[in-house]
């Protein structure tokens, strides 16, 4: 079965930092583009960053840009944001996705894939 | 690359065809796909590049458009189809979603 887990949300101080993973399993991991999707309590959904199948390629959102760095280990069949300075704005649940297609160079031509794998997500709180 | 959806809620009932909206602030070709999420869970894909339907979605719903201007059908609601439904731009980075369309219960 092809699943994603994501991990490491907790409550954490303004200011604070923290580090997310995501295990995926069920599919070749180094294959596949993925990404960061956040869900403020509440309110719809925004995409935080993206990581190309190889991990030299990434962008993010300007909201999180600077504070935020995606990154990858294919060898672990592992994604992870680390996330600084959090703000209480980055409260949300935070999703991690794989992208539809395999070996897609979508990214190379600044296009996307869909998102057809989502995880069930990991609550990050930022809170004093 | 702003996208709006319309409307923002709707009620319906089980049977009736349902219609959402979403445009883009500029042209997106046919880079877009709608996600359905119910409460408590993840998205789902559900139509990629604008009329796809993803592999195992029931053939009730359908996608069109292409440009600034796109549509999600339900062409016969269904009692699991009460969620909320998300447009995603595929066009260009930054990537933004609809602000989504929540299908309840009439």
């Known amino acids: 079965e092809v699943q994603l887990v994501e991990s490491g949300g907790v409550v954490v101080q303004p200011g604070g930092s923290l580090r997310l993973s995501c295990a995926a399993s069920g599919f070749t991991f180094a294959d596949y583009s993925m990404n960061w999707v956040r869900q403020a309590p509440g309110k719809g959904l925004e995409w935080v960053s993206f990581i190309n199948w190889d991990g030299d390629s990434t962008y993010s959102a300007d909201s999180v840009k600077g504070r935020f760095t995606i990154s990858r280990d294919n060898s672990r069949d592992s994604l992870y944001l680390q996330m600084n300075s959090l703000r209480a704005e980055d409260t949300a649940l935070y999703f991690c996705?794989?992208?539809?297609?395999?070996?897609?160079?979508?990214?190379?031509?600044?296009?996307?894939?869909?998102?057809?794998?989502w995880g069930q997500g990991t609550m990050v709180t930022v809170s004093s | 690359i702003q996208l709006t959806q319309s409307p923002s809620s709707l009620s319906a009932s089980v049977g009736d065809r349902v219609t959402i909206t979403c445009r883009a602030s500029?042209?997106?070709?046919?880079?877009l796909a709608w996600y359905q999420q119910k409460p408590g869970k993840a998205p789902k894909l559900l139509i990629y590049a604008a009329s796809t339907l993803q592999s195992g979605v029931p053939s009730r719903f359908s996608g069109s458009g292409s440009g600034t201007d796109f549509t999600l059908t339900i062409s016969s609601l269904q009692p699991e189809d009460f969620a909320t439904y998300y447009c995603?731009?595929?066009?260009?980075?930054?990537?933004?979603f609809g602000g989504g369309t929540k299908v309840e219960i009439k």
């Open positions: 996705t794989k992208d539809q297609f395999r070996y897609s160079t979508s990214w190379y031509k600044g296009l996307a894939d869909a998102f057809d794998i």
């Open positions: 500029q042209g997106i070709s046919s880079h």
């Open positions: 995603q731009q595929l066009n260009r980075y930054p990537l933004t």
